[in-house]
Every structure is written in C-alpha cells, then in structure tokens.
C-alpha cells in the first residue's frame, strides 16, 4: 500500500511538478529522486513519516532507475537525490551539478535463479565465476536494462567476469527491479538483485538466493545536494535539512530499524569514513 507521502510520477509529468514546486514555493515539501530498490522494499514508506514529524517537510519521491534520477537532477526536476552509483554521484558533483555527496547506508547485491540451478552458480567461488558460469551455460538471465544503479553494477561484474553477454539467453527489459523479478520469475531465469527488494519480493514461485557474499556486491546508496548557483529555483534549504537528517543519529536510527520479516535491508553508515 502507498504511502501518501509518496506519489507516482510519469516522466512526462515530472516537469508539470517542477513548474508547480516554482509556482508554490511556500509549500514545505521537496521532490526527492531516489531509485526503485528504496522505493519498492518499503523504506521510505518507514522513514518519511518520522522526518515529516520532525521538520514539518513532505518528500515526494520519483522511483526511476539511477541513471535516469541523475538525469533529473541534472534537469533541475529534483531538490535532492539518493542513488546508489559511487562513481556516478562523484562524477555528478565534479560536473558541477552537485555541491556535496554523503555515504548513507549500504546492502548488497544477490544473484537469484531457478531451484534447480542449471548454471551451478551455487558452488561458485566468486560473483565473477558465478557470472561465467550462467553464460556458459546460456541460462535465461533476465537484466534490468534500465542505466539504473543495479544495472550499471550487473554490467561491471560482467566486465569482470570477461563476459560481453548477448543472445537469446540474455534478456534486456528496461524496467525497475520490481518488474524484472517478476519477469524472472515468469521465465524462471537467473536474475540480480538488491538484497532489499529480494526480501521484500511477494512473487518467487521457483526462484531462490543462488549466491551472495562476495565483495563485488556490496552496494552503497549516497545523498547529494544539488548546487544551488546552477538550479536556484529549488528547494535547497529544505533538501538541506533532508540530507542533514539522514546523516543525523535520527535518521540512521530509522534506517536501523527499518525491518521486512524481522530482517534489517538498510545498513547506515553515515560518516562511517
């Protein structure tokens, strides 16, 4: 069930609400772009309403794949971002667009396949491996497509794995995490995931955690402010306050909390460095 702090937005109507946001100015409510795994494991329907008690401000929240958040923000259609691409979000800041970055909170990425497991990914020593070995095979790998955080993960451990995946075996959807689970499930083909939105997930019918653990799939989600001299219509004493309370001992607090059947999907980890 939604959350009312959370809207669905198209991306047609995402510059209808950037011209309202400049229109109502006065309204205490920023628009947040943050990706689909946040989005679809119930984070923010846990968190936001502890920050809105706090500080009076509404988030509204565009669940889109990482790359296209990045390009919202670029666009001035955000006050503020929480992504998980390190290298983007420094990259972002070092273009000027963004004026600070802040480590958040960390999970992990899984593989999740069939339960017969016919690639054997399940004896593998590392993530590389367990990738060689599903293309090997030609097993059904269903990817997200979508220049999201999770893509943009998925296809360095191909690079790593000296895999260029392609052919039948290899499906590209360009859609969120949720949809690509889902159609995972209906093809009963190997998938990866972020942990969060795995447990979260209500569809698995065949399919089950193959592979977990390994370094490469560690998975750091980062807040950036977006600087105020290239986009000064927005919101940017209110994304401050935003961004300052998810690196506040409240904020991780309730990311800390925030459970799915008893088990934590977010780790804080602000100024862990």
């Keep these: 069930m939604q959350h009312k702090t959370r809207i669905a937005l198209t991306a047609i109507g995402i510059l209808g609400l950037s011209l309202t946001a400049q229109a109502q ?15 679809n494991s119930g984070l923010f329907d846990a968190i936001l309403p502890t920050f809105t008690e706090a500080t009076g401000i509404e988030v509204r929240v565009v669940a889109v ?11 001035g259609d955000a006050d503020s971002l929480l992504v998980h691409d390190t ?3 420094e990259r972002f ?16 990425f899984v593989i999740i396949g069939p339960d017969g497991d016919p690639a ?4 593998a020593e590392t993530v590389a491996e367990a990738m060689r070995l599903i293309a090997e095979a030609e097993a ?8 999201s955080g999770t893509h943009r993960a998925e296809q360095r451990l191909w690079e790593a794995a000296g895999v260029e995946p392609g052919g039948a075996w290899y499906r590209e959807l360009g859609s969120g995490m949720g949809p690509t689970l889902n159609t995972a499930a209906g093809m009963n083909a190997y998938v990866m995931s972020d942990r969060a939105t795995w447990v979260a997930f209500e569809n698995p ?18 807040s950036l402010l977006i600087d105020p001299e290239r986009h000064p219509h927005l919101k940017h004493d209110l994304a401050e306050q935003w961004h300052g309370w998810l690196l506040s001992a409240e904020g991780q607090q309730a990311i ?3 459970t799915v059947n008893g088990q934590a999907l977010f780790f804080p980890n602000a100024h862990s460095d």
Excluded at 25 to 39: K, N
Excluded at 120 to 123: N, Y
Excluded at 140 to 147: N, Q, Y
């Design 120 to 123: 054997g990914i399940s004896e």
């Design 205 to 222: 019918r065949e399919l089950t955690l193959l592979f977990e653990g390994d370094e490469a799939l560690f998975n750091q989600y980062g």
């Design 87 to 89: 290298a983007g979000e």
């Design 25 to 39: 100015d006065g309204e205490r409510y920023i628009v947040l772009a943050s990706t689909t795994s946040t989005d």
């Design 256 to 258: 800390a909390g925030f």
């Design 140 to 147: 059904a790998f269903a990817s997200r497509g979508d220049d």
């Design 65 to 75: 794949g990482t790359g296209q958040a990045f390009e919202i923000a670029r666009r």
């Design 93 to 108: 800041v070092e273009e000027g667009y963004g004026t600070e970055r802040a480590d958040v909170m960390y999970n992990d």
